[in-house]
């Protein structure tokens, strides 16, 4: 409920991204910024980006940090690409992550804050990601971490250092903040308030200039705008796929291999006999040999163990092997040459004395090769085929090794070659709605969109059962499109753009006349544009708190963060327009002293106001150590990013 007031209450632009810990892994291996993208210097603008206290941020390091948030975004945004990154303020994000860290070893170094080698060890066999099948840390797995996140293990201690020095400064900083009651009190009672007002729209379309546009004025809003015009990077894959069918005869066996496999495997196809038994075992022989001859004598077996004090055992389907294992030898002759529902001789192990009643006798016979032949070829026939496709799949990586091309593989193989279209690398095909790359390519997506051209890669699916073969075609990368190409998709963002513009004087005209003692309504009646009629709103916290399941629209969260009698203006998402916001009327009801929204209220705004603490102490730790920052590498930087160099 409260974290949903306090976005009312602050912007977008107001929002940084705090340094305050979202983990060891966190900082460890996404706030890090170690990503291999090869060294960055000799730009423009001198090597270093900013200076912190007295230590300098290279450019290598600020090259290091983009990518790797770029990385990351696309783990969620697949096409984004580096020109969009930049365009977001995401160069100058990643600057400032790196001035925070920078800012905190400094500031810990100044104040004698450490993280011994010990402390970091302990950590890194403590983190999730790095144990084994047995739940324990495994230093093989910890390896293999490092090197898919392409850092090495001085780089991820270094930077769990940096963690737990971070833990040590920010933890007693922002641990147990409360607010005064009066403050939960006044949180908690705006659930319970209402508020009335009116809110119209002036779209940019009714607006939009009409008519013809000259070609100038399309490039020069071009030329201006060229952010809003980037084409994310296509690829084009050439792929097929291969089963056991491309193996041909190899996973045929042969006469002298299925007689091999019978030689090996004889015992399992010689005559065999296995027995359940129901035994009892006694310290001495005189025993056994009564309840053997009280049993002949017409007792029952179970009576005759009962009267002893005994419970006797059943076995089920012994063999001889196993009983001899299992007991003696002798145990094992004396069972197996007694007759079915006979009882046996006495036999002595070294738990004593054996007796018991053979239930039944299970004699299966001997099979020669001829009558094996059929179950052991189907055996070898699948073995074959699962080494057979590995094998195969070897031998493709050798030929690709060896300079063969995509092409000259499948034509060996008479595997079918096909093209995708070119597609973004979120798996869509470009400039075609909802259609999508062919199912059998999603596992091998991501690499192919990181892969160089003419080089193919191979990946098995369906647990080994089938094998894709791959390449990339043809590699569009992400830029700009060119103006002729894009000159009716210019002309219409274009005419969108001067709608808003002039939407925005609409607004500012309907505003100066309902601050003037007009209504909402008669304001925009009284525009030549056709507008939409104004909507009347009524709600309550509780109310709009309910849609939280939905986005809240950004007129109603403007409304609920006024001033009671003010209007304002609003600019609508995606340039569609201006709102504007009238707000009549505030009522407030007053609640109990215990009402449980006020213990809401002290619970959630505590570790927000941790969070502003930890906020404020990032910002006094830059202030303390001093930074400088260097523009002119800064857009070195940016250019090389982009290319442009």
Do not use: C
Not at 442 to 471: K, N, W
Not at 593 to 608: K, R, V, Y
């Amino acid at each position: 409920m409260l974290s949903f007031f306090r976005s009312f209450f602050k912007t977008k632009i107001g929002l940084a991204v705090a340094l305050v810990f979202l983990g060891l892994i966190a900082l460890a291996f996404a706030s890090a910024d170690v990503s291999s993208t090869g060294t960055f210097g000799g730009v423009a603008g001198g090597d270093r980006v900013a200076v912190v206290g007295d230590e300098k941020i290279g450019t290598a390091d600020l090259v290091r940090s983009a990518n790797s948030q770029l990385d990351r975004l696309r783990q969620e945004q697949p096409t984004m690409s580096m020109a969009a990154f930049i365009g977001q303020d995401g160069l100058e994000g990643a600057l400032n992550a790196l001035i925070d860290r920078f800012a905190i070893v400094g500031f810990a170094n100044k104040y004698g804050i450490r993280a011994g080698d010990n402390l970091v060890n302990s950590e890194i066999r403590l983190l999730p990601g790095f144990r084994g099948p047995d739940g324990n840390f495994s230093e093989e797995v910890y390896r293999q971490a490092l090197a898919q996140a392409r850092i090495s293990d001085a780089q991820a201690r270094e930077d769990l250092g940096t963690g737990l020095i971070s833990q040590q400064i920010f933890v007693p900083a922002t641990f147990g903040a409360t607010v005064p009651n009066k403050l939960a009190y006044r949180y908690a009672q705006l659930f319970k308030e209402r508020r009335q007002g009116t809110i119209g729209l002036l779209p940019a379309a009714a607006y939009a200039p009409r008519g013809d546009v000259k070609d100038a004025t399309l490039r020069s809003y071009y030329d201006a705008n060229r952010s809003s015009f980037i084409r994310p990077e296509r690829r084009t894959i050439r792929y097929a796929t291969f089963d056991s069918a491309a193996l041909g005869d190899r996973i045929i066996p042969t006469d002298a291999e299925i007689a091999a496999r019978f030689e090996r495997d004889k015992a399992k196809y010689a005559a065999s006999e296995t027995r359940s038994v129901t035994q009892l075992i006694v310290p001495t022989q005189a025993a056994a040999q009564s309840i053997r001859e009280r049993v002949q004598g017409g007792a029952s077996f179970a009576t005759v163990a009962r009267e002893a004090g005994l419970r006797a055992a059943p076995l089920a389907d012994v063999s001889r092997a196993d009983l001899t294992t299992r007991s003696s030898a002798g145990v094992a002759q004396a069972y197996f040459a007694a007759a079915q529902g006979s009882v046996t001789t006495p036999a002595r192990s070294p738990l004593g004395w054996h007796v018991a009643r053979i239930d039944s006798v299970n004699s299966v016979p001997g099979r020669s090769l001829a009558q094996a032949n059929g179950e052991i070829a189907n055996a070898l026939r699948e073995e074959k085929r699962a080494n057979g496709l590995a094998e195969l799949a070897i031998e493709i990586e050798d030929q690709i090794g060896q300079g063969a091309t995509l092409a000259e593989v499948t034509e060996e193989l008479g595997l079918e070659l096909s093209t995708t279209r070119p597609a973004t690398a979120d798996g869509q095909i470009y400039e075609a709605a909802n259609q999508t790359l062919p199912a059998v390519l999603a596992p091998a997506l991501s690499t192919a969109f990181q892969m160089d051209e003419e080089e193919p890669e191979i990946a098995p699916l369906q647990s080994g059962e089938t094998y894709l073969v791959y390449e990339v075609a043809d590699i569009t990368p992400s830029a700009t499109a060119p103006f002729a190409e894009i000159k009716g998709q210019v002309e219409a963002r274009w005419r969108q753009s001067e709608g808003l513009k002039r939407a925005q004087a609409a607004a500012d005209r309907v505003l100066k006349s309902v601050r003037g003692g007009a209504t909402l309504a008669t304001a925009l009646a009284a525009e030549k544009a056709q507008l939409p009629a104004p909507e009347r709103v009524d709600l309550t916290r509780e109310q709009l708190a309910a849609q939280r399941e939905q986005r809240i629209p950004p007129p109603l969260a403007l409304l609920f963060s006024m001033a009671e009698g003010t209007t304002k203006k609003l600019e609508a998402p995606r340039m569609a327009g201006f709102y504007v916001v009238d707000l009549e009327n505030i009522a407030m009801d007053d609640l109990d002293a215990n009402d449980p929204l006020i213990i809401q209220a002290l619970t959630q705004l505590g570790p927000l106001m941790g969070d502003e603490y930890g906020d404020q102490l990032r910002v006094a730790m830059r202030e303390e150590l001093g930074v400088e920052r260097n523009s002119d590498a800064v857009a070195s930087v940016r250019k090389q990013l982009l290319g442009e160099n």
